[in-house]
C-alpha cells in the first residue's frame, strides 16, 4: 500500500504503475492513508481490501501521425507530438489530450497562417506512453533509418498550463541558435530555455537518445498532480487561454525549427 | 438528476437529499454534469445507471448532553451545541465533528480556567442532524415545560473555519447586551454581530422558534462546499488553529451569556 502521490487533498487516489504486478499492491488518498497511520500509531490495524483489477492481453493501438510537407526537404522532418493514451478513471484532459491538441494545433495554425515550413512538420500522436512506452518504441524501430533526418523532436506531456518556456536537451550550438526565436514568444510570456540533462519527454525519448535535438513545453504545473492519474482530469481543467498559449509556444518553436535554412545543429 | 451543489472541482458528486424518495435520483459531479450536458447538445444521451440506496427502518439514536451546573441558577440554562451524525461516505470531521468539538471545548475551557458559570452551560450533540432533525424534536418535546428556562441556544454547524463574528436571532435588546462581549473576542477576529430572521441553526430551531434568543457562528465558509457531504470530508480539513478560534469564540459567548447578573433579555 502506498500513499497517493497526488497533491489534492479530496481523497482522490492518484494511479499509476504498482511493482511486482505479481503482489496485490494499492495506492490510498492521502486522507486514508492519514487515518492508517494514526491508527496504527494507536496498535494493530487490520484491512480489508477490494482489489479488482486485472491483466488483459495486449491489444493493437497505433500511433497517428500527420505530416505537413516541407517545400524543400520534405525528408528532414520536425517533429510536435502528444500521448493519445491515459488512465481510464478519468479523461485524460490534461494527461495528455492536451499535448495531443497543441501539436495538432502547431501544424492547423501553420496551415491558417499560410505558411509552409522548409522541412516537413511532423504532427504525433503516440499512442500507449502510460503502459510501457510501445508506441514510440515502435516509432524508432520502423524508422530505424531515417532517424538521422529526424532534426528535431518535440512534446507536450505536462498539461495545458500557462507555457513558461521549454527544456531541451541538445547542443550548445542548437542551444545558441534556438534562442532568438524565444523573442517571438515574449508576448506569451515562453522565455524560459533550461537545458536537461535527460530527455525532456518520454515519448521522444527514444529520438533524443539516438542523438536528435529534443524539446518538451515547460507548463505551469502546480495544479497538474492535484489532477493527473485521478478520476478528475477532466476537459474543465483545460483553460482555454492557457492551452491557446501552449499552441502559439508549439507552433512557433516548430516553425523556427522548420524553416531554419539549416537544420538544427546537432 | 441534478448536478452536485458543492463548490470543488474534483469530481466529487455533493450527496444529501432526494425528493421525492420513490423516484430514483442522483447528483452528478459537476465534471460529468457538464458532459452530459455537451452530449445533450449534439443530440439525444442515454445513460446507464446503477443506483444502490435502501432506506432502513429507523434506528434509536441519542442526543448526548452534559451540564456544567450553574452557581446560583442551575435551572437556567445556556445550550452550546454541534450535531452528532452525518453524511456517511466521508467522515463528517467539518459536518458536524467540529461543532461537537467546539462545544465541548467551551466546557471544558471553563474548567480548566476555574470559570463557573451563575447560569447552567449545557453542551448537547446533537443525534440527527442530517436526517430529519429527530434529535432536536424530541428535545425540544421532553423539554417543553422548561422552554422559558432555556436563556439562549448558540450553535456551530459550518465547518471549523476561521469564526467572523455570530448570527443571531433575538431581541435589540439582547443584541445590545451582548454586544459589549464582542470586545473580548477582538484578538480572536469574531466581531460581526448580523441579525438573521430565521433560526442561525436548525438544531436550535425548535428552541428559536419557542423565543429562545439563538445564535450561530459565523465561520469563514469559503472552502466549506468544497468538502461538505463528500467523501473528502475528513479531519485533515478541519485547521487545529481555526478550531481553537472557534472554542475561544463558543467559550467566551457561552461564558458571558451565562454569567449575566440578569438573563439575557427576551
Chains 1, 2 share one sequence.
Do not use: C
Not at 9 to 34: I, K, M, Q
Not at 53 to 72: F, H, I
Amino acid at each position: 500500500l502506498i500513499r497517493s502521490v497526488g497533491s489534492a487533498d479530496y481523497r482522490l487516489p492518484h494511479t499509476g504503475f504498482s511493482y511486482p504486478a505479481s503482489v496485490p499492491a494499492a495506492a490510498l488518498a492521502a486522507e486514508d492513508a492519514d487515518l492508517i497511520e494514526h491508527l496504527a500509531a494507536q496498535g494493530r490495524v487490520r484491512l480489508h481490501l477490494t482489489l479488482t483489477p486485472q491483466t488483459l492481453p495486449d491489444a493493437t493501438g497505433y500511433n497517428v501521425v500527420a505530416d505537413l510537407k516541407g517545400s524543400e526537404h520534405p525528408e528532414q522532418i520536425v517533429v510536435v507530438s502528444g500521448h493519445l493514451d491515459s488512465w481510464d478513471l478519468g479523461r485524460g484532459a490534461i494527461d495528455d489530450g492536451a499535448g495531443v491538441a497543441i501539436a495538432m494545433s502547431a501544424a492547423e495554425l501553420l496551415q491558417r497562417l499560410h505558411l509552409r515550413p522548409r522541412y516537413t512538420l511532423r504532427v504525433i500522436a503516440w499512442m500507449d506512453e502510460e503502459n510501457g512506452g510501445g508506441g514510440h518504441d515502435a516509432y524508432a524501430k520502423t524508422h530505424v533509418a531515417e532517424i538521422a533526418a529526424h532534426i528535431a523532436a518535440i512534446e507536450s506531456d505536462a498539461g495545458a498550463g500557462h507555457p513558461l518556456g521549454f527544456s531541451v536537451k541538445m547542443s550548445p550550438k542548437a542551444v545558441a541558435a534556438l534562442r532568438p526565436v524565444l523573442d517571438v514568444l515574449q508576448p506569451v510570456g515562453s522565455t524560459v530555455l533550461r537545458n536537461t540533462s535527460v530527455s525532456p519527454g518520454s515519448d521522444i525519448e527514444p529520438l533524443v537518445d539516438a542523438g536528435v535535438p529534443g524539446i518538451g513545453i515547460i507548463q505551469d504545473s502546480r495544479r497538474y498532480f492535484d489532477y493527473h492519474h485521478t478520476a478528475a482530469d477532466t476537459l474543465d481543467k483545460v483553460d482555454p487561454q492557457q492551452l491557446r498559449e501552449n499552441a502559439a509556444a508549439m507552433a512557433v518553436i516548430g516553425y523556427a525549427i522548420a524553416a531554419m535554412p539549416e537544420p538544427l545543429p546537432r
